[in-house]
C-alpha cells in the first residue's frame, strides 16, 4: 500500500513537472486579472467615488511597484477617517 501511495504521488509531481509554462502563466494572469476586477467592483461598492478613485490608482501603482503595502498603508488610512 505505501509503495503504490508514493508510486501515485511520483507521478502526481511528474505531472506537475510537464506543464507549459506558457498556459501556467495564462492561466495564472487570468486569476490575478479577474480577482483584481473583483476586488475593483467590491472597492466602487463599498466607497465614495472619490475614495474609491485613490484605491484603484494605488492598488495600479502597489502592483506596477510590486509593494502590496502601498495599498494597505492607504487602505489603513481610509479606515481611519
Known sequence: MEKR???L??????????RD?????ESRA?????????LIELINRNYSSEQAEILER???GAIKSKDARRFSKT???NHEN
Open 5 to 7: 501511495t508514493k508510486t
Open 9 to 18: 504521488l511520483e507521478e502526481l509531481e511528474a505531472i506537475g513537472n510537464n
Open 21 to 25: 509554462m506558457g498556459h501556467v502563466i
Open 30 to 38: 487570468h486569476n490575478v486579472i479577474t480577482s483584481a476586477i473583483n
Open 58 to 60: 494605488k492598488l495600479l
Open 75 to 77: 487602505l489603513r488610512k
